[in-house]
């Protein structure tokens, strides 16, 4: 156990955390067992242990595990946090569980057997916690940790603390709240770096940041997917193959039939695996409204425009980024449809969209709400395309 204890204290000691994220407030922590979510590189080891750091210091009765560790090939997770609980252990934060054979299991029996005892744990954004794991169901509260959005990446860039704003707010008061943050700072000057590199918090390290999130990629495919889906190997580079196709198309409907014979695979496979690339965050599917997976999707396009740059730099093109940015920054809390010619989406299915250029508006139509890229400030029905990445 002291073992445990002084990786806790020194990586408290040592955790590099710049940026508060939201989700700290957001988080109900009197919930006895607590699920974060989200995909790899969004910061959730870090976010667990600045959640340590910040509510505890060096307490003894929160500790930080990580089911890397290979003491658990020998040992079981209800034995640890028995013996946790009985030295005065109250919180047990838990990293990558499903690094852990059973885990939902155990979790449910250190529930049932440990009423003092709260758990804290992260997995990848391809879990289903309640869907695949019904012992869970009623008990587990889960979260989604995303990346950084623009508003959190200008506010490290700037030292500002500006506020989010909802979705309805920016649009019946965009006027006055573009030109409070414009009077500070001016977003545009930084909107470029956000979309090459602001999305995953590894900007931050002294690393190569194309190359860490080349890893990070490979990492989604060979780990979140591979192993929580529980796919043979030899199938690894047939779903890369996949993901390199849909990353030089851009956002266009998928030819499923062509994908299949590229990959040398049937067309149920390349679905699956497109929805498996979905559920690892990789890639965004857009559906018209009414329609959902198994059907094909009217879109495919990459989660963000950080993994654009990455995947194919060479073909980069602005109006794919602008898209995709815009799309990625309503993700979060609202549904994504996709519209028609002259609607670029339809936001909860209820209101539409056009992403533009600032030089592409020739005819206003007030029926539609236009994101615009390059424009500082907007007016009536015309809303700035940086603005919408303040929505958290």
Request: with cysteine; proline share 3%.
């Amino acid at each position: 156990m002291e073992s445990f204890y002084r990786t806790h204290y020194y990586l408290i000691e040592h955790i590099n955390a710049p940026i508060r994220r939201d989700l700290m407030d957001e988080i109900d922590w009197s919930d006895r067992l607590i699920g974060i979510k989200g995909t790899r590189g969004v910061g959730k080891t870090t976010f667990l242990l600045q959640y340590a750091k910040e509510k505890f210091g060096t307490d003894r009765s929160c500790l930080y595990i990580n089911m890397n560790n290979f003491y658990f090939s020998g040992h079981s997770l209800v034995d640890f946090a028995d013996e946790f609980q009985k030295q005065g252990g109250k919180v047990l934060l838990i990293d990558q569980v499903f690094k852990y054979e059973d885990w939902s299991k155990e979790l449910k029996k250190c529930y049932d057997r440990f009423p003092n005892l709260k758990i804290i744990f992260t997995g990848s954004s391809v879990m289903r916690l309640k869907a695949e794991n019904p012992e869970l169901n009623n008990i587990v509260k889960s979260y989604n940790l995303r990346g950084f959005s623009f508003r959190e990446f200008l506010n490290y860039q700037t030292g500002m603390k500006f506020q989010s704003y909802s979705l309805e707010e920016i649009l019946t008061s965009h006027e006055k709240i573009a030109k409070g943050i414009v009077s500070k700072v001016k977003p545009l000057d930084y909107l470029q770096d956000y979309l090459h590199h602001g999305f995953y918090p590894f900007f931050l390290e002294k690393r190569n940041f194309s190359e860490n999130l080349l890893k990070t990629m490979n990492m989604m495919v060979e780990v979140d997917i591979l192993l929580i889906k529980q796919i043979e190997l030899k199938y690894l580079a047939k779903i890369k193959k996949l993901l390199y196709a849909l990353a030089v198309d851009g956002p266009r409907a998928p030819n499923v039939s062509q994908l299949a014979k590229i990959i040398e695979t049937s067309r149920a496979t390349v679905m699956n695996y497109i929805k498996y690339l979905a559920d690892a965050r990789l890639i965004n599917m857009v559906y018209p409204i009414g329609e959902s997976f198994p059907k094909k999707p009217s879109k495919v396009m990459m989660h963000n425009t950080s993994l654009m740059y990455c995947i194919y730099p060479i073909k980069v093109d602005e109006y794919d980024i602008i898209e995709t940015f815009f799309v990625n920054c309503m993700w979060k809390d609202h549904s994504v449809n996709q519209g028609n010619r002259q609607i670029s989406y339809i936001i909860d299915e209820k209101m539409p969209f056009k992403i533009c250029l600032k030089e592409q508006i020739h005819k206003n139509n007030t029926d539609i709400t236009y994101a615009v890229h390059q424009l500082e400030i907007g007016h009536n029905n015309q809303i700035p395309l940086w603005l919408f990445g303040f929505l958290y």
